[in-house]
């Protein structure tokens, strides 16, 4: 079963970068470099047939309870949702046994297989299907929500076919793919397209996925898609469907993150991520124009809390230009690289302060253990008697009241947000009353005058825009505001 996407990626795809095509007039123009095309391949019989018995159907099942109307329940976002209808009714009392379907492919001889995690979330019984139609029990070894990602085992008295990872990374946009699974529980099959995009991400911080117009319907998730030489190089994931069939538009979670994800499944039944200890946000042109940087690129630091980087001396306001042997180029490059990184080694973090550059190093953590501390949620603002109006915002000093209702340090301190224009930059960037602004220009701000030398200070720098640090439920990002009149 593949999941449907289409409302939380919509926006996610609307924002992908535009290639824009721009006709000079009078100008030279450099002649366009030769290059070489390819045809479809004749038939993708030979491949289809070399790899067909790595690839499986899976089966799952789980009893689901009834209430005393007689009506089963199917917990929302189940893998069993869309198979209610099969198993539910009027009249029909007592727990009723629910099934789902789904694909996977083999990894290894002795039995390893992969599928997604939404597959077989929840099932208490999970069956393997074989191209040969042989059937076998699997039992779950480890998954990874934040990837979607499950591994099974299986025993068999002899060794299995299996497929390898290739390297995602080497695909480019126009390469053909194949993709085989189990659409709609019809049984094995086989479809090819091309490679439409590279690099999106959904809605996971480590999502990095590739775009597909081969057809992958439900019944194809944790199906695998293969290069041109047999070599997965994606797990089918999710859809962008109107109606639930394939449209042209799949998604295939990369094979070089997936194989990560497996490796540690298969050694230690969880995934092992490491943890900088930092909360991090993209620099934006915006951003780099407020703090002076040639390029936006990097990963601009908005907090760091107790932790590997705290130790290491990373502070707010820097930004990491690269990690261990790489550059980063954004806030998920720098997560994916930090997550793949080697947990209790040193990695040397080189950042950007104050115009210099400063070379740290972390030792790293494990992201797992740091997860389940929680931060405090924010409630409106409430009134204060001294108050300024700029940059499309109300302000007032934070007071003792607000720290009380909001839950916040009794050390905290900042401008609060009363109001916001909504015809502002403030509003169009996401600012909202309760928001708490402790920095502008990277430098504190405790009082209304704070800001006011903050905006002056930039304005005769030359600046047309001034770095805010925006906290809201203890969450920090930078925001630049315009302050030109």
Known sequence: MVPDLTPTIRSALRSSTLLALVLGFG?????????????????????????????????????????????????EGSPF???????GGPGQGGPQRSEALGSGFVVSEDGYIVTNNHVIEGADEIEIEFFSGEK????????????????????????????????????????????????????????????????????????????TDAAINRGNSGGPLFNMDGQVVGVNTAILSPNGGSIGIGFSMASNVVSKVVDQLKEF???????????IQDVTPDIAESMGLA???????????????????????????????????????????????????????????????ETLAVT???????????????????????????L???????????????????????????KVDQASEAFTKGLVEGDLITEAGQQKVVRLQDLQDRIKEAKDAGRKSLLLLVRRGGDPRFVALSIED
């Open 364 to 390: 790293l953590g494990r992201r797992e253990d740091a997860e389940a501390k929680t931060m405090p949620a924010s409630s409106p603002a409430p009134e204060a008697p001294k108050q300024i109006e700029t």
């Open 136 to 211: 076998l029990k699997a039992k779950l070894v480890g998954t990874d929500t934040k990837t979607d990602i499950a591994l099974l085992k299986v025993q068999s008295d002899k060794p299995l076919e299996f497929v390898t990872f290739g390297n995602s990374d080497l695909m480019r946009v126009g390469d053909w793919v194949m993709a085989m699974g189990n659409p709609l529980g019809q049984g094995f099959s086989v479809s090819a397209g091309i490679v439409s995009a590279r690099g999106r991400q959904l809605q996971g911080s480590y999502d990095d996925f590739i775009q």
């Open 269 to 279: 039944g969880e995934t092992r991520r490491g943890w900088l200890g930092v909360r």
């Open 392 to 418: 499309g915002m109300t302000l007032a000093p934070l007071d003792d009241d607000m720290r009380s209702r909001l839950g916040l340090d009794p050390s905290s301190e900042g401008l609060m947000v009363m």
């Open 27 to 75: 100008l030279s123009v450099a002649p366009v470099t030769e290059v070489q095309a390819f045809g479809a391949p004749e038939s993708f019989a030979e491949l289809a047939q070399k790899i067909s018995p790595a690839v499986v159907n899976i089966t799952t099942s789980a009893m689901i309870a009834a209430p005393t109307d007689g009506m089963p329940q199917v917990p």
């Open 81 to 87: 949702k869309d198979f209610f209808d099969d198993f």
């Open 295 to 357: 390029d936006a690129k990097g990963a601009l630091v908005t907090d760091v809390p107790d932790g590997p980087a705290k130790d290491a001396g990373i502070t707010s306001g820097d930004v990491i230009t690269r990690f261990g042997t790489n550059d980063v180029s954004s806030a998920g490059d720098l997560t994916r690289r930090v997550a793949d990184a080697p947990i209790g080694e040193a990695v040397p973090v080189i950042v950007l302060r104050d115009g210099k550059t």
